[in-house]
């Protein structure tokens, strides 16, 4: 349509009605005000389809990674984050763990009618910045508005498409006995920020979301060992989850060291007050690696070397003994079982 011929545009009201999602006029001032002023920077307009050039996502690697997430964290911005950061580092991490470049990235969102449109101003101003910062363009999108208590404030859906690195041989069944755990950093702050922005906890200083794009430090870590095994990124389910289901897969167990543990003091405190365990707590910028041993170090010195992985620690190794265990050598000398997450510790985390 020729903008000149459009009617004048009418100011935005100050809650999103279902008339914003009618596909008439009123939703194209929404998509326009909100979202194309927030994403304005991307490579490519927002259409119902994005288009790539293919020799130019051959010059990367030879494969394709694809992934989508939903995200419906409560409360909708938190120390550290909100629900848009978390979106695209979420969908940029699930293709980053895979040994891929995320090259793109999409965006759904569902409104509840009634939320303030200074609120998804904000979360799609967020999208964009965090997009940017990573390199990764949104280049598409939907918008959609129900009525109220058909869900509640927002709702997000991400997909990201990537290009795997030639030569990388990435998956959850190939951990082989003797190869190294690795994490990044501090486990468990993004479970603690949502419970502290919730006003569950009375902390004297607030514990920020790990949320951050992890592409960057993965790169960096390939470089250096290019023989890793498998990449997971513990979210919901935290760490104990991602190591049960690689012992399950790959027929191997797997041996911790609570001492080694990096956790921060506070989520430590918290934890025993509630009654959880730091293990369990979602993570949105941490990764767990299994190495190969005679990589181990090269992988670690490139992890600490990354601002994302400065307080990179090894937590164990894969062993042949229990194969689909994960056992923890208990910081008083024993023995416990790590299982697999029953149930849901936090609920709308991310």
């Known amino acids: 349509m020729n903008p000149h011929l459009r009617p004048p545009r009418r100011a935005l009201p100050a809650t999103v009605t279902l008339a914003h999602g009618g596909g008439g006029s009123a939703m194209r001032d929404l998509i326009e005000e909100v979202f194309i ?3 304005a920077g991307s490579d490519a307009p927002l259409e119902d389809q994005a288009r790539f050039d293919l020799a130019a996502l051959a010059a990367v690697g030879d494969r394709l990674a694809f992934t989508t997430d939903s995200f419906v964290v409560d409360p909708l911005f938190f120390p550290g984050g909100d629900i ?8 940029i991490n699930d293709i980053a763990v895979g040994g891929a470049r995320p090259v793109a990235l999409s965006c759904a969102i569902i409104v509840e009618e009634g939320l303030p449109v200074e609120t998804l101003r904000r979360v799609a101003g967020s999208m ?3 997009a940017r910062a990573a390199g990764v363009p949104i280049v598409t999108g939907d918008t959609k508005v129900v009525a ?4 509640d404030k927002l709702f997000i859906t991400t997909t990201g498409i990537g290009v795997v690195r030639a030569g990388a041989d990435i998956g ?6 003797g ?3 690795l994490v990044n950093g501090l486990l468990g702050d993004h479970g603690a920020a949502i419970l502290d922005a919730r006003g569950d906890l009375a902390l004297e200083s607030a514990i920020e979301s790990d949320c951050a794009p992890l592409h960057g430090l993965v790169g960096a870590l390939l470089d250096a060992a290019p023989g890793t095994r498998s990449l997971r990124d513990a979210t919901r389910g935290g760490v104990a989850s991602v190591l049960n289901e690689l012992a399950e897969a790959s027929g191997v167990g797997v041996r911790l060291r609570e001492l080694d543990l990096p956790v921060r003091p506070e989520v ?3 934890c025993e007050i509630l009654g959880l365990d730091p293990l369990y707590l979602a993570n949105e910028g941490k990764l767990v690696a299994i190495v190969p041993p005679e990589q181990a170090e090269a992988a670690l010195a490139a992890l600490r070397a990354h601002p994302l992985g400065r307080e990179a620690q090894a937590i164990g190794r894969v062993v042949e003994t229990r194969p689909g265990r994960v056992v923890m050598e208990t ?7 790590v299982d697999m997450l029953v149930g849901d510790q936090l609920p709308r985390i991310c």
Do not use: H, M
């Open 37 to 39: 002023a927030a994403f």
């Open 84 to 91: 848009g950061k978390l979106a695209v580092c979420g969908t």
């Open 128 to 130: 964009a910045a965090t």
């Open 148 to 151: 109220r208590g058909a869900c």
């Open 172 to 177: 959850i069944g190939r951990a082989r006995p």
């Open 179 to 181: 190869d190294v755990v």
């Open 268 to 270: 430590v405190g918290f």
């Open 331 to 337: 910081r008083f000398g024993g023995e416990r079982i």
